[in-house]
């Protein structure tokens, strides 16, 4: 029996500052070129000779703000601030590579649905059918005001509002135009045929929208669907919606458990459990023996900001942790932020000291330390013991962190079974779920709106 292959994607953003704060001071990091174009289509280029199966792009919009109740820190040390656009970045990255693809950020709380299936159908179409969405909704009151609003909306109601935006989505990607509506006849002077292109009239409680889709049917129609949401409320709309699902895990056992929660709501919802593919977050630190690796650890250690990190956690939590002595245990407080950061506070043995232990390396992902056997070997054991499909691996001296793990742990999982020797062929959404098809399956909801 053939093993599980692992899934990977490179974990990223347009900014200095990502995961691992502080980074940014390592002699051999490079992410102050990201305003460059070089900076991304060598890091596309270096991906794909890794085989990566993607580039997840996250993004914000708004600023941590709630640390201290101010932006010094995130300025000084650069926490996801100066951020630019994701989703600029990947015509000129797709221009030089053939296979990787690209799952890009956007908030829909601010985003108009009409022009925002425009952009992605446009980019699936340059592309060639190498694009996902990470459907994220915000949770920054910084945002919120940004935006116009007094307040970041509630965080179930954002949840309803999404389920809405999804559908306006659908109607214009999946119903506005009929396959076969592009003819593309010079010689009877007929590009597209008028009666298989459909007007989208949606009057919903959130929106108004009457038009046709501006784009021709792109190779995916629907983006790949990427989401992160561990609340219930979340978790339905994954259940529904979500094609990828990317989650935070600390242990094996209360990972398992996020795993079979998501697939239990795939169904659900009427799709089949393995609809869902699974990927968490790490950090990996490698080098050719554990000594030298841990050595490298410690080296990394030295340049990381674990204050940075617990500024950028306390607009995760909505909770101001400056408020607290170091060993004064902080209070949990409902909020309207992320729910499952929140969550890691209920039992208010949580201290100022003991998160910035947790946040040593600027940030807390869990971290695989070790030779490419070992890493291998953990790698390998968290995709047996948990059910997950795959890791969305961050960076954390870049571009080093990425040619570490391609030239060092990607050839011994090679070695092992456990990761590919070739792209196989097709768009995003077949080299993921390998079913043959560029669109979605029949029974996602979005299928639903077909004419």
């Given at each position: 029996?053939?093993?599980?292959?692992?899934?990977?994607?490179?974990f990223n953003?347009?900014?200095?500052?990502?995961?691992?704060?502080?980074?940014w001071?390592h002699p051999?990091?490079?992410?102050?070129?990201f305003?460059?174009?070089?900076?991304w289509?060598?890091?596309?280029?270096?991906l794909?000779?890794?085989?990566?199966?993607?580039?997840?792009?996250?993004?914000?919009?708004?600023?941590y703000d709630?640390?201290?109740q101010s932006?010094?820190?995130?300025?000084?040390?650069?926490?996801?601030?100066?951020v630019n656009?994701?989703?600029?970045?990947?015509?000129?990255?797709?221009?030089?590579t053939?296979?990787?693809?690209?799952g890009?950020?956007?908030?829909?709380?601010?985003e108009p649905?009409?022009?925002?299936a425009?952009?992605m159908?446009?980019l699936?179409?340059?592309?060639?059918?190498r694009?996902?969405?990470n459907?994220?909704?915000?949770?920054?009151?910084?945002?919120?005001?940004?935006m116009g609003l007094?307040?970041q909306?509630?965080h179930?109601?954002?949840?309803?509002?999404a389920?809405?935006?999804?559908?306006?989505?659908?109607k214009?990607?999946e119903?506005s135009?009929e396959n076969?509506a592009?003819?593309?006849?010079?010689v009877?002077?007929?590009?597209?045929?008028?009666?298989?292109?459909h007007?989208?009239?949606?009057?919903?409680?959130f929106?108004?929208?009457?038009?046709?889709?501006?784009?021709?049917?792109?190779?995916?129609?629907?983006?790949?669907?990427?989401?992160?949401g561990?609340s219930?409320r979340?978790?339905?709309?994954?259940g529904?919606?979500?094609?990828?699902?990317?989650?935070?895990?600390?242990t094996?056992?209360?990972?398992?458990i996020?795993v079979?929660?998501?697939?239990?709501?795939?169904?659900?919802?009427?799709?089949?459990?393995?609809?869902?593919?699974?990927?968490?977050?790490?950090?990996?630190i490698?080098?050719?023996?554990?000594?030298?690796?841990?050595?490298?650890?410690?080296?990394?250690l030295?340049?990381?900001?674990?204050?940075a990190?617990v500024a950028?956690?306390?607009?995760s939590?909505?909770?101001?942790?400056a408020?607290?002595?170091?060993?004064?245990p902080?209070q949990?407080?409902k909020s309207?932020?992320?729910?499952?950061?929140?969550?890691?506070?209920?039992?208010n043995?949580w201290?100022?000291?003991?998160l910035?232990?947790q946040h040593?390396?600027?940030?807390r992902y869990?971290?695989?330390?070790?030779?490419?056997?070992?890493?291998?070997?953990?790698?390998?054991?968290?995709?047996?013991?948990?059910?997950?499909?795959?890791?969305n691996?961050t960076?954390?001296?870049?571009?080093?962190?990425?040619v570490?793990f391609?030239?060092?742990?990607?050839?011994?999982?090679?070695?092992?079974?456990?990761y590919k020797t070739a792209?196989?062929?097709?768009?995003?959404?077949?080299k993921?779920?390998?079913?043959?098809?560029a669109?979605l399956?029949?029974?996602?909801?979005g299928?639903?709106?077909r004419?």
């Open positions: 029996m053939s093993k599980k292959k692992i899934l990977l994607n490179a953003m347009n900014c200095i500052g990502h995961i691992n704060h502080g980074l001071t051999r990091d490079t992410s102050t070129r305003n460059t174009l070089e900076y289509t060598e890091l596309a280029q270096l794909e000779r890794g085989l990566f199966d993607g580039l997840f792009i996250a993004d914000i919009v708004g600023v709630v640390y201290q932006v010094d820190i995130p300025l000084k040390e650069s926490i996801q601030l100066p656009d994701p989703l600029l970045l990947v015509s000129a990255m797709a221009a030089v053939k296979n990787l693809g690209f890009l950020t956007a908030n829909l709380t601010y649905p009409y022009l925002f425009r952009r159908s446009t699936d179409h340059l592309t060639q059918g694009v996902g969405w459907i994220v909704t915000g949770y920054l009151d910084s945002a919120a005001k940004a007094t307040e909306v509630e179930d109601r954002r949840y309803d509002q389920d809405e935006y999804l559908e306006v989505l659908y214009l990607w119903g135009w076969g592009v003819l593309n006849d010079p009877q002077r007929i590009y597209a045929q008028p009666d298989k292109v007007k989208v009239k949606h009057a919903g409680e929106y108004q929208v009457e038009g046709y889709h501006l784009c021709e049917p792109s190779p995916q129609r629907t983006p790949v669907l990427f989401q992160a561990s219930d979340g978790l339905r709309f994954a529904r919606h979500a094609e990828c699902v990317f989650i935070s895990g600390q094996k056992a209360a990972t398992k996020q079979d929660k998501v697939r239990a709501s795939a169904v659900a919802a009427g799709r089949n459990p393995d609809d869902i593919k699974l990927f968490m977050g790490l950090n990996v490698v080098a050719p023996t554990d000594a030298e690796a841990q050595a490298k650890r410690e080296e990394y030295s340049y990381a900001s674990a204050e990190g950028h956690f306390a607009s939590t909505g909770i101001d942790f408020d607290y002595e170091l060993d004064e902080i949990y407080v309207n932020a992320i729910q499952s950061a929140t969550k890691v506070l209920q039992n043995d201290t100022r000291r003991k910035l232990e040593a390396l600027g940030g869990m971290t695989v330390v070790g030779s490419p056997e070992q890493v291998a070997d953990e790698l390998e054991s968290w995709i047996a013991e948990t059910g997950l499909d795959g890791f691996l960076r954390i001296v870049t571009p080093e962190s990425y570490d391609i030239d060092l742990v990607i050839p011994e999982l090679q070695r092992r079974g456990s792209y196989d062929t097709g768009s995003l959404r077949q993921l779920f390998i079913e043959g098809d669109h399956p029949e029974r996602h909801t299928a639903s709106f004419p």
